[in-house]
């Protein structure tokens, strides 16, 4: 690991994944967007297993929800790090992230243009984030977020730490524009819900994805107006995971995908089964490494469209 001197849960928005990406002196891990439990189990496995210690220094790159599990990665790149976030995301629930309540209500009657305030996120990361600045992490740390009026994507690498990944998972009408500088900030997965590229900009020549899967099993659309956008935002980010892939073939950068939970047949709005999701992750990481699967250039079959 460098070190420096001195949300998903399944149901945050889109698509979660761990992305490794091995640079000339360093990896960066990618965390994106939407099941932070799995990733949850994702990053433990990978923190116990083989990835760390094969892939040596480590640099989080977080976006949207994922940006939640990078921050808390880099506050403490361990094992013991790990077993925090998988317990974080365990005793996690809807309310902690989505307090839907009267207040809700009559703000889309005064015509707010957000759902919910941000300011239980916000108590829940001053709570589990040891460290104030993303400057003052354990490791170098970078967020992704989106510019509200041009869609563009912005690296946030130095400043608030709350601030920054409050911006980076402010879903476009669900949580209000972080104001970062002269700049309205939103959702990062508007932008680069999946930051290979940014990654690659950044100097990665090896990049390791591990995605946390898609909601291949529901039995029915999922109930809500957000429950069924964050279901939407996951099948469409699916798709671009496999179009990136599919774009970087026969390039100059190793691309690595680790097999995905599958079936999964919980919606990204449900809270309740975080632990059987990182469970589940954790096991299915672990298999990937034994078997090679660093070694293997293959984009998995669970990624693409397909149904149980």
């Known amino acids: 690991m460098l070190k420096r001197g001195g949300m998903s849960l399944h149901t945050v928005p889109t698509f979660a994944k761990l992305i490794g990406c091995l640079l000339p ?28 210690p094969a892939i040596g220094r480590v640099v989080p790159l977080g976006a949207s929800a994922g940006a939640i599990n990078a921050a808390y990665f880099a506050a403490d790149p361990t094992r013991a790090g790990a077993d925090g976030l998988e317990k974080l995301w365990c005793a996690l629930r809807r309310r902690d992230v989505f307090p839907l309540n009267l207040r809700s209500v009559l703000g889309l009657l005064l015509r707010r243009d957000y759902l919910v305030g941000s300011h239980a996120l916000r108590n829940l990361l001053e709570r589990h984030l040891p460290y104030r600045r993303l400057e003052e992490a354990a490791i170098p740390i970078h967020i992704v977020a989106s510019d ?81 956008a964050m279901h939407a935002l996951n099948l469409l980010v699916s798709r671009q995971l496999v179009h990136d892939a599919e774009r970087l073939a026969g390039s100059h950068i190793e691309l690595r995908i680790v097999p995905s939970v599958c079936p999964l047949e919980t ?5 309740s089964t975080a632990d059987t999701l990182i469970a589940q992750a954790k096991a299915r990481t672990q298999q990937w490494l034994e078997e090679g699967g660093l070694d293997r250039v293959v984009v998995p079959m669970q990624l693409h469209e397909h149904h149980h």
Do not use: W
Not at 186 to 213: C, E, F, H, Q, W
Not at 267 to 271: G, K, M, T, V
């Open 25 to 52: 002196s360093r990896h960066y891990l990618v965390f994106a967007n939407p099941t932070p439990q799995a990733l949850a189990g994702i990053t433990e496995a990978a923190g116990q297993g083989k990835l760390v």
């Open 148 to 228: 509200m009026l041009s869609g563009n994507e912005v690296l946030l690498s130095s400043g608030s730490v709350i601030e920054a990944v409050l911006a980076s998972t402010a879903i476009p009408g669900v949580f209000p524009p972080v104001q970062i500088d002269e700049r309205l900030l939103v959702d990062g997965g508007v932008a680069n819900n999946t930051p290979i590229s940014t990654a690659i900009k950044l100097g990665a020549t090896r990049i390791i994805v591990l995605p946390t899967g898609f909601a291949c099993a529901l039995k029915q659309v999922p109930k809500g107006a957000i429950g069924r």
């Open 267 to 271: 919606s990204p709005y449900d809270y």
